[in-house]
C-alpha cells in the first residue's frame, strides 16, 4: 500500500459486501471522502449473518482465509490499525465423505498429517500433489507482490513484469492448463475417488468442476488450506467481519447508507460522474456525484446499472460468459444432541456419484461449535448448502413447492449424518437464488463469481478497472475470484490503482 495521500475526492461504492467495505474504508483511511449505499440492512453481503430465535446463521460464507499474518485480511485490518476478529483455525479444514463412504478424508492442515492422509485415500497420486505445491508457492509469492490482473495499462504491465521473479517462471507452461491435465499427465485419469474430491472441494472456490478449473487457481485454492495459512472459523458469527471493516470506514470518516440502492451510475464521456441513489424506506431519490465510482456487485449487475452507457464489447464479453451458479442453503437450529460426537466444523457430503455436482448433487455443511457465539448453550447452528441452476427458481410457477422439495431433499441428507429427530430440530429456514436477489442484491442471486476456467481466470477475467474512466469493479467477478480472501485482494488492487 503506498503511502497516504490526504485530500477530499468523493467516492462512491455501490454495496456494502466485503469487496467494498474493504475498498472503501482502505480510501477512507487515505483521506478520500467515501460513502457506501447497501440496499441492504445490514452490511456483508453473502458474508453477513442473521439471526432468529436465539440463533445467528451465516448466510453464505462460513469460513474465512486470510487472517493469519501476512495474509490479506490480515494487511487490511494492520492498514486500518484495527484489531484482527478473533478467530480460530479449522483443523481439518473440511471433512469430505465420498459416496458410500462412512470415514472422511480430512484436509489437514498440517502439512505431513495431510500428505499422510492422501497417500492414505489417493495411492500414487503424490506426483500430482507435488506440483500443486510447486505451483502454489510460486503462484502465493507472486500474488503477494499485489499485481493488477488482468492487466488494462502500461503501468500494470510494468507492475506485472516487476512482480515476477526467475521462480514464477515454473508457473508459465501451466497458464493455459486445468486440474483434469494435470491428473492426466500424472496417470491419474481413472482415479475416481480422487475426482470426486477434487470436484467436491473445487467446485467451492472455482464454480466449475476439476477437469475444466485452472489449475494455477486450483493450486492456489487447495494451497491456502495448509500451515502457517488456513481456513479459520470466526467467533461471533460472519457479520464480525464486515462490522470490523464498517468500524474501520467509520473510523477513518467514511459513512454506509443503509437500505440505499444505486439504480444507475452515471456516465458522461467515457467517464463515471457518479451514482443515481434511492433511499429504499423513503423512496427518494437522488444523483449522488463522485469522482471516483466503485461496484461491488457482480460484472452482470455493473452492465445493467450502466444501461445505455455500458460499452458494447464489455456488455458482449459479459453476455458470452457461461450461466452462472446459484445456491441453495438451508439453516437449522438445533439441539446440541443433533451432532455427532467429535464431528468436524466443515463437512462435505456427495449424493449421487454418477451425476454432477452442479445440481443439488453434493452439500457443504458448517457446524457451529459450543461457545462460538452462534447459538444458546446447549444448541447449535448446522449450515448446509448446495449449487443449484439459478434459473428455474425463477420460471417456476410453483415456487414455494420447488422450496419444499429442495428442503426436505436436504434435511433427509442431513438426517443421514446428524440426528435430526424432531425434539432436536428447534428451527429450520431455507434461502434460494431468489432469497439471494433480494438480500445480497446479485442478478438473479447467482453466487460465486464468473468461474475459474482457463479463459476465465487471473489473466483472462474481468479486470478491476473498467473500460470507463473512474468506473471500477470489485468482488467475486474479478480476479483472484470468490471467497472473503478474494474479493478483499480485489479492493485491494483497485484502492493501490486508485492511489497511483
Ligand atoms: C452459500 C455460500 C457459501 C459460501 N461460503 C464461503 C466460505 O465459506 N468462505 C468464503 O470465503 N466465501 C464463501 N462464499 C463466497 C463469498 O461469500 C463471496 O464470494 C463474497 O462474500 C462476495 O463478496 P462481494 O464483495 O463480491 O460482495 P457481495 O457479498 O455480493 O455483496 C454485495 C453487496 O452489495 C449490495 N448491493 C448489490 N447491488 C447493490 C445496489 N445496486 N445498490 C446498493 N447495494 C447493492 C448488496 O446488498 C451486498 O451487501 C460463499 C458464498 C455462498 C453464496
Redesign the pocket.
Given at each position: 500500500m503506498v503511502k497516504d495521500h490526504p485530500h477530499r475526492s468523493k467516492v462512491v461504492v455501490?454495496?456494502?459486501?466485503?469487496?467494498?467495505?474493504?475498498a472503501a474504508a482502505l480510501l477512507a483511511r487515505r483521506g478520500y471522502q467515501v460513502s457506501v449505499?447497501?440496499?441492504?440492512y445490514?452490511?456483508?453481503?453473502?458474508?453477513?449473518s442473521f439471526r432468529r430465535r436465539g440463533f445467528a446463521f451465516?448466510?453464505?460464507?462460513?469460513?474465512?482465509?486470510g487472517l493469519e499474518p501476512g495474509g490479506i485480511h490480515h494487511r487490511v485490518f494492520e492498514a486500518l490499525d484495527m484489531p484482527v476478529p478473533p478467530a480460530a483455525p479449522c483443523d481439518p479444514a473440511c471433512a469430505v465423505y465420498l459416496p458410500g463412504q462412512r470415514e472422511p478424508i480430512s484436509l489437514w492442515r498440517d502439512h505431513l498429517q495431510w500428505r499422510q492422509e492422501r497417500q492414505r485415500w489417493f495411492p500414487g497420486s503424490e506426483p500430482f500433489w507435488q506440483l500443486l505445491q510447486t505451483l502454489f508457492t510460486a503462484s502465493w509469492a507472486f500474488q503477494g507482490r499485489d499485481p493488477v490482473l488482468p492487466p488494462r495499462t502500461l503501468k500494470d504491465l510494468v507492475g506485472l513484469i516487476k512482480a515476477l521473479r526467475p521462480d514464477t517462471l515454473v508457473t508459465v507452461p501451466f497458464a493455459l492448463s486445468t486440474v483434469g491435465d494435470a491428473l492426466t499427465w500424472c496417470g491419474l485419469g481413472k482415479q475416481e475417488n480422487l475426482r470426486q474430491f477434487l470436484d467436491l472441494q473445487l467446485k467451492?472456490y472455482s464454480q466449475v468442476e476439476a477437469a475444466d478449473t485452472a489449475l494455477l487457481y486450483a493450486a492456489t485454492a487447495l494451497g491456502v488450506t495448509q500451515a502457517p495459512r488456513g481456513?479459520f472459523h470466526l467467533e461471533g458469527s460472519m457479520q464480525v467481519l464486515p462490522h470490523q471493516l464498517l468500524r474501520g470506514l467509520q473510523r477513518w470518516g467514511g459513512k454506509l447508507y443503509r437500505r440505499?440502492?444505486?439504480?444507475q451510475i452515471l456516465v458522461t464521456g467515457g467517464q463515471a460522474q457518479g451514482v443515481v441513489?434511492r433511499d429504499l424506506r423513503t423512496g427518494r431519490t437522488w444523483d449522488e456525484p463522485a469522482q471516483e465510482v466503485i461496484?461491488?456487485?457482480?460484472v452482470q449487475?455493473i452492465v445493467q446499472?450502466l444501461g445505455e452507457a455500458a460499452p458494447r464489447g464489455y456488455r458482449q464479453r459479459v453476455d458470452r460468459l457461461p450461466p452462472a451458479s446459484g445456491?441453495f442453503?438451508v439453516y437449522l437450529g438445533v439441539k446440541a444432541a443433533a451432532i455427532p460426537p467429535g464431528c468436524p466444523p466443515?463437512l462435505q457430503f456427495y449424493y449421487d456419484p454418477a451425476g454432477p455436482i452442479a445440481e443439488n448433487n453434493s452439500l457443504?455443511v458448517?457446524v457451529s461449535r459450543p461457545g462460538d457465539g452462534r447459538a444458546p448453550a446447549g444448541q447449535a447452528t448446522i449450515t448446509a448448502?448446495s449449487f443449484t441452476d439459478p434459473r428455474p427458481w425463477w420460471s417456476t410457477c410453483d415456487y414455494p413447492a420447488l422450496k419444499e422439495h429442495y428442503t426436505q431433499t436436504a434435511l433427509a441428507r442431513l438426517g443421514q449424518f446428524f440426528d435430526l429427530a424432531p425434539e432436536h430440530l428447534l428451527y429450520h429456514e431455507a434461502?434460494t437464488p431468489r432469497t439471494?436477489a433480494k438480500?445480497?442484491?446479485?442478478h438473479q442471486g447467482i453466487?460465486?463469481?464468473i468461474g475459474q476456467r482457463v479463459a476465465t481466470f487471473g489473466p483472462f477475467g474481468f479486470a478491476q478497472r473498467t473500460p470507463l474512466d473512474h468506473l471500477w469493479l470489485?468482488?467475486?467477478?474479478t480476479h483472484p475470484?470468490?471467497?472473503?480472501?478474494?474479493?478483499s485482494y480485489?479492493?485491494w488492487t483497485v484502492v493501490e490503482q486508485i492511489l497511483s
Open positions: 455501490v454495496g456494502g459486501g466485503i469487496g467494498g467495505l474493504t449505499f447497501d440496499q441492504a445490514l452490511p456483508g453481503g453473502c458474508a453477513s451465516d448466510v453464505g460464507a462460513t469460513q474465512v482465509a467451492l481456513l440505499h440502492r444505486v439504480e441513489v461496484a461491488n456487485t457482480t449487475d446499472l445456491a442453503v466443515h457443504f458448517s448448502s434461502a439471494f438480500f445480497s442484491g446479485r453466487v460465486g463469481g470489485v468482488g467475486d467477478s475470484g470468490e471467497g472473503t480472501a478474494g474479493v480485489s479492493a
